[in-house]
């Protein structure tokens, strides 16, 4: 099994800055996929920002510009570096990754953490 633990989410003001971690561990053999969604109160979860398969990344227009993923590979944790926060952008936040494992080496599975909070307000 893998898992994957959020940490990170706060109550800030407009315009304030917090960084998000998502730590994977478990039986993993390689991570494919690994980023961010978030899930506003009745509203779809939706992509922030992603590493995809290559290394490349991808951003949600609503937060290019704003929000920076990167990554520590050795420690197979990703981050979410977000800057100039507005009340849009609260939500719960999710890490998700596609991963191989020891007992599917041949398969892709996804995985999702627990959530964390983010809300901006003044």
């Known amino acids: 099994q893998v898992q994957l633990v959020e940490s990170g989410g706060d109550l800030v003001q407009p315009g304030g800055s917090l960084r998000l ?8 053999l390689r991570i494919n996929v690994m ?20 290394g490349s990344t991808v951003y949600a227009d609503s ?7 990167s990554r520590d590979n050795a420690k197979s944790i990703v981050y979410l570096q ?3 926060l507005k009340p849009e952008d ?7 990754a596609h991963v191989t494992t020891t ?19 003044s």
């Open 103 to 121: 007992q599917a080496p041949g398969r892709l599975t996804a995985y999702w953490g627990q959530g964390t909070q983010v809300t901006v307000s």
């Open 21 to 28: 971690s998502c730590a994977a561990s478990g039986s993993m």
């Open 35 to 54: 980023g961010w969604y978030r899930q506003a109160p009745g509203k779809e979860r939706e992509l922030v920002a992603v590493f995809i398969s290559g």
């Open 82 to 84: 977000m800057n100039s």
């Open 90 to 96: 609260t939500a719960v936040y999710y890490c998700n």
């Open 63 to 69: 937060v290019k510009g704003r929000f920076t993923i």
